[in-house]
Nanobody, 124 residues
């Protein structure tokens, strides 16, 4: 079992920045990737980006490339999502997720454990 707890959401104006954090606990030693997803009302859960735990290699969905950055602190079992140049379309509940699968997974069903989510609201 892995437990994930997100923090750092809130309300920000368009063009502003927010930093989300996710702390993992439990059986984290087998983690291959940690990811961030988001879900806006009425929409499916959407992949934002992920980081390979061993190497720190990251990959993102096109809509956030150049604006969002994922980083990790392996010693503290935390992963962060730095969001800059935020847009109203970024408004959603953001979730961190963990998987032991390989191959740069992007689908929600490829991730085993999820946090409770944190709301990000961008006002235009």
């Amino acid at each position: 079992q892995v437990q994930l707890v997100e923090s750092g959401g809130g309300l920000v104006q368009a063009g502003g920045s927010l930093r989300l954090s996710c702390t993992a606990s439990g059986r984290t030693f087998s983690t291959s990737y940690m990811a961030w997803f988001r879900q806006a009302p009425g929409n499916e859960r959407e992949f934002v980006g992920a980081i390979r735990w061993s190497s720190g290699r990251t990959y993102y969905t096109d809509s956030v490339k150049g604006r969002f950055t994922i980083s990790r602190d392996s010693a503290k079992d935390t992963v962060a999502l730095q969001m800059n140049s935020l847009k109203a379309d970024d408004t959603a509940v953001y979730y961190c997720a963990q998987t032991t699968r390989w191959g740069e997974p992007k689908r929600a069903d490829e991730y085993h454990y999820w946090g409770q989510g944190t709301q990000v609201t961008v006002s235009s």
